[in-house]
T-cell receptor, first 108, second 115 residues
Framework: GIQVEQSPPDLILQEGANSTLRCNFS?????LQWFHQNPWGQLINLFY???GTKQNGRLSATTVATERYSLLYISSSQTTDSGVYFC??????????FGKGTSLLVTP | EPEVTQTPSHQVTQMGQEVILRCVPI?????FYWYRQILGQKVEFLVS????????KSEIFDDQFSVERPDGSNFTLKIRSTKLEDSAMYFC?????????????FGDGTRLSIL
């Protein structure tokens, strides 16, 4: 299956700072999603972004499909942004392959 | 916004017992999935289901696992004889008819604890 590498594995930010999370794929994908896992374990869908750029409030994402990577930008971070961010991709139409995640802690 | 519903939110079961995890996918979705996440690890694909049959499964999805759509709304994952290592969060997901790839919508998960 597709290998998904996320970086950095851990990130500590002060409230108000900006950050960029990266996701690299071992093969081309035609389904790519970013998730935020909150402290209760829920997977919150942030973006469906197999290509191009999308923005939702303080979050935006860009996928460069030809180069097999995606970026998640968090601006003006808040303590509620803390949690684990996962990207996941697939090309079979079925399975999503997840990365190991970026664990983000935003401190006051 | 329609959502995927999973029950129960937490299940505690003795090793060796059978367990059934239940999911109600979004009503107009036709593709259904199960994933699991062992504590502290990444989310892993188990199985996808379309038109009343398995369309893809991973190596994890061995003979102790089965899936079923018993009626028009529920989608279930059965673990036949649970082991300690089955302790994990299990997520159900669904997606629309695939004309092109569509996002998968995830439920809140069932936390399964095997004692």
């Amino acid at each position: 299956g597709i290998q998904v590498e996320q970086s950095p594995p851990d990130l500590i930010l002060q409230e108000g700072a900006n950050s960029t999370l990266r996701c690299n794929f071992s093969d081309s994908v035609n389904n790519l999603q970013w998730f935020h896992q909150n402290p209760w374990g829920q997977l919150i869908n942030l973006f469906y972004i197999p290509s191009g750029t999308k923005q939702n409030g303080r979050l935006s994402a860009t996928t460069v499909a030809t180069e097999r990577y995606s970026l998640l930008y968090i601006s003006s971070s808040q303590t509620t942004d803390s949690g684990v961010y996962f990207c996941a991709g697939g090309n079979s139409g079925y399975a999503l392959n997840f990365g190991k995640g970026t664990s983000l802690l935003v401190t006051p | 916004e329609p959502e995927v519903t999973q029950t129960p939110s937490h299940q505690v079961t003795q090793m060796g017992q059978e367990v059934i995890l239940r999911c109600v996918p979004i009503s107009n979705h036709l593709y259904f999935y199960w994933y699991r996440q062992i504590l502290g690890q990444k989310v892993e694909f188990l199985v996808s289901f379309y038109n009343n049959e398995i369309s893809e499964k991973s190596e994890i999805f061995d003979d102790q696992f089965s899936v079923e759509r018993p009626d028009g709304s529920n989608f279930t994952l059965k673990i036949r004889s649970t082991k300690l290592e089955d302790s994990a969060m299990y997520f159900c997901a669904s997606s629309e008819r695939v004309r092109s790839n569509q996002p998968q919508h995830f439920g809140d998960g069932t936390r399964l604890s095997i004692l």
